[in-house]
């Protein structure tokens, strides 16, 4: 089995979180199952800001959320089972559902669905305060609200490249975490979510893995599992997405059209971030 991951952030400029990630996925899962990660193309992002800076603008987010379609569509042509979009906000994941038959999984539905299973009600450590609206905006749409015991940001504040520092930097960051973590335990969460895929690697990598009593869901891991899941339950079951409403998919007539209209050609697999050639 073959699962395309795809990033929100541009792989080639995270050394570390890209070969955690790398790890990670042999680790979690069985031997005939590969991952093959991807980011954004490569500068995507500038130099002087890292990707939380970028997706607080919600026009700097829809571009790239272009990038995710195309990766959809280039995965399914390129034979992969599954579609696996490591990003907490679950950019276009509506759209690409719609787009292709190949499962296509997104990391903050999966990790609240999965962690419905495992705990009465789950919170969520986000690295910045800004990043709450959006996840209490999601789990609203996914329908899951009274499962939320909240969301609570690192304190002091952090970006994704601070996590890409040595051991020397880890220990007031892991302390920053469980205190989050401690915060959400009084609220009533019996799973804890490191919500944002940078943190989550983290977290894997100093093998945190229950704080407080409470379960600390491996997010990335999850979505793998996830999304092999999806997978079998396609060829095993027939199950595919519904194009009943929700995500209808467009005409190829129409779809092929609109796009020679917006002047896009299509995306191939080697234009995408981390894939080391």
């Known amino acids: 089995m073959r699962i395309w991951h795809q ?5 080639d400029r995270v050394p570390l979180y890209r070969t955690t990630l790398q790890r990670h996925a042999a680790d ?3 031997s005939d199952t590969t991952v093959t990660l991807h980011g954004l193309r490569p500068g995507t992002y500038g130099p002087d800001f890292a990707p939380i800076h ?16 195309e990766a959809a569509l280039a995965a399914e042509r390129a034979g992969y ?7 907490f906000h679950d950019p276009a994941l509506r759209e690409v559902r719609s787009l292709v038959d190949i499962p296509c999984v997104g990391l903050s539905e999966t990790c609240m669905l999965v962690a419905c299973s495992v705990g009465r009600r789950f919170g969520m450590v986000t690295l ?10 999601l789990t609203h749409a996914y329908g899951l609200a009274a499962r939320l015991a909240g969301v609570v940001p690192m304190q002091p ?18 302390d920053a975490f469980t205190a989050a973590c ?14 944002d895929g940078f943190l989550n690697e983290f977290v894997w990598r100093h093998g945190v893995r229950q704080l407080h009593g409470a379960v600390v869901l491996d997010a990335l891991g999850t979505l793998f599992h996830y999304a092999s899941f999806m997978a079998g339950a396609r ?5 595919g997405v519904s194009r009943a409403g929700h995500y209808a998919r467009p005409l190829p007539s129409m779809l092929s059209e609109a796009r020679h209209r917006a002047g896009l050609t299509g995306m191939v697999e080697k234009e995408f971030s981390g894939r080391g050639e």
Do not use: T
Not at 182 to 189: H, Q, T
Not at 235 to 239: D, I, M, P, V, W
């Open 7 to 11: 990033s929100f952030s541009d792989l």
């Open 28 to 30: 979690v899962l069985p």
């Open 54 to 69: 970028a997706i607080r603008h919600r026009y700097l987010e829809f571009l790239n959320e272009a990038q995710i379609c």
């Open 81 to 87: 089972d599954a579609f696996a979009l490591g990003c």
């Open 128 to 137: 910045e305060e800004n990043q709450r609206a959006r996840h209490e905006e």
């Open 157 to 174: 504040p952090i970006d994704e490249y601070m996590l890409e520092g040595d051991d020397a930097q880890a220990r007031p960051l892991l």
């Open 182 to 195: 401690y915060r959400l335990v009084a609220r009533g969460a019996e799973v804890l979510i490191p919500a």
């Open 235 to 239: 060829s095993a079951l027939g199950l």
